[in-house]
């Protein structure tokens, strides 16, 4: 997921999330983080059991499934990840598995 103002939006859907208040994260303000479970409470979804990694990380990991689509020219040059629709869901559930 990728951070804009505190609130991360998801690579494969555009989710909007934030990290769990007892996240050590919580208002750290990384870029990328990696999450394993999302809870909904009344302060809407949020991430738990989160890291923060580098974009390239997933593409390094998972080029058959993440590639990079160009730059963000509003994100100080960031690349932004996209995910291959082309790939079986047998294949994203072994890439879900590694993160």
Not at 35 to 59: C, D, F, H, L
Request: glycine share 8%; aromatic share 10%; charged share 25%.
């Amino acid at each position: 997921a990728a951070s804009f103002c505190k609130v991360y939006v998801t690579v494969r859907n555009g989710q909007r999330l934030t990290p769990a208040r007892g996240s050590v994260l919580y208002g750290a303000g990384h870029r990328w983080v990696m999450y394993n479970e999302v809870v909904e409470t009344t302060a809407g979804k949020q991430m738990r059991e989160i890291t923060a990694i580098q974009p390239s990380w997933m593409t390094d990991v998972a080029p058959h499934f993440y590639k990079y689509t160009g730059v963000d020219n509003d994100d100080g040059g960031e690349k932004k990840i996209r995910t291959d629709n082309s790939t079986s869901n047998k294949d994203r559930k072994k890439v879900r598995r590694l993160f």
